[in-house]
C-alpha cells in the first residue's frame, strides 16, 4: 500500500498565484488532515474532515481552503500565495478503532512549497 | 487542548535507556496524550499513546501517572537510527473519529557512538 499520496513534493510560487495541493490516502481512512511545518517548529493545524462530506478549521486556517472530494483526497488550496506561507506542508488521515489507537495519523512525506 | 512542555534537546550514548519526561498541566478528562517521532524530510511518524498508567508496544514504554499532569516516554537501548525529534502531543476526538492533536516544538534526541 502506498499510504497517504501528497503532489506535488516540491513548488515555487510568486506571491500572489494560487495553487491546490493533492493529497489521497488508500487506507479507506474516515479523516483527514492538513498540517504546515515552518522551520524549527512542530505541526499546526490548518484544516480537517472528519468524514467525507466535512470540513473544519484548525489553528491556523487564514490565507486556505479546502475540499474533500471523495473518502480518498482532500486537497488543500492557496487563493493567492503570501511568503508567509513558505512551508512544508504535510497532510494525514485516521480511522479511530479497528485496532488503531485513537490518536495514531498516518502522514504523507510533505510538499515544499516556497512563496517568493 | 492542553500545551504540553517537553526538553528542546536531549543527548544519550548508544545502547542506553532514554527517558523523555512531557507536562501537561492542563490535561482535560477526555485527552489521550500520544508520541510521534519525525526524522527529517518526512512526516512524523506514530510511536505510542495512552491515558493512564503504564503502556508498552515493540518500540517504547509511556509512563502516565494518576494526576496525569505528565508522562515519560521511555526508549529501551537506543541506536544511531533513533536520532530524531520526538513530539508529546495531547488530543481529543473532533468527531466521527477524526482527532485533533497540537503539536509542541518537540524534544531532538542525538544518539552518540
Known amino acids: 500500500n502506498a499510504g497517504v499520496t501528497q503532489t506535488p513534493k516540491f513548488q515555487v510560487l510568486k506571491t500572489g498565484q494560487s495553487m491546490t495541493l493533492q493529497c489521497a490516502q488508500d487506507m479507506n481512512h474516515n479523516s483527514m488532515y492538513w498540517y504546515r511545518q515552518d522551520p524549527g517548529m512542530g505541526l499546526r493545524l490548518i484544516y480537517y474532515?472528519?468524514?467525507?462530506?466535512?470540513?473544519d478549521k484548525g489553528e491556523v486556517p487564514n490565507g486556505y481552503n479546502v475540499s474533500r472530494l471523495n473518502k480518498r483526497e482532500f486537497s488543500l488550496r492557496l487563493e493567492s500565495a503570501a511568503p508567509s506561507q513558505t512551508s512544508v506542508y504535510f497532510c494525514?488521515?485516521?480511522?479511530?478503532?479497528?485496532?488503531?489507537?485513537?490518536?495514531?495519523?498516518?502522514f504523507g512525506e510533505g510538499s515544499r512549497l516556497t512563496v517568493l | 487542548l492542553a500545551k504540553t512542555t517537553q526538553p528542546i534537546s536531549m543527548d544519550s550514548y548508544e545502547g542506553q535507556e532514554v527517558n523523555i519526561t512531557c507536562s501537561h498541566n492542563n490535561i482535560a478528562t477526555n485527552d489521550y496524550i500520544t508520541w510521534y517521532q519525525q526524522f527529517p524530510s518526512q512526516g512524523p511518524r506514530f510511536i505510542i499513546q495512552g491515558y493512564k498508567t503504564k503502556v508498552t508496544n515493540e518500540v517504547a514504554s509511556l509512563f502516565i501517572p494518576a494526576d496525569r499532569k505528565s508522562s515519560t516516554l521511555s526508549l529501551p537501548r537506543v541506536s544511531l537510527s533513533d536520532t530524531a525529534v520526538y513530539y508529546c502531543?495531547?488530543?481529543?476526538?473532533?468527531?466521527?473519529?477524526?482527532?485533533?492533536?497540537?503539536f509542541g516544538k518537540g524534544t531532538k534526541l542525538s544518539v552518540i557512538p
Open positions: 494525514a488521515s485516521s480511522e479511530a478503532g479497528r485496532g488503531r489507537a485513537t490518536g495514531e495519523l498516518f
Open positions: 502531543l495531547v488530543g481529543r476526538f473532533a468527531g466521527a473519529g477524526s482527532y485533533q492533536l497540537t
Open positions: 474532515s472528519a468524514s467525507e462530506g466535512t470540513t
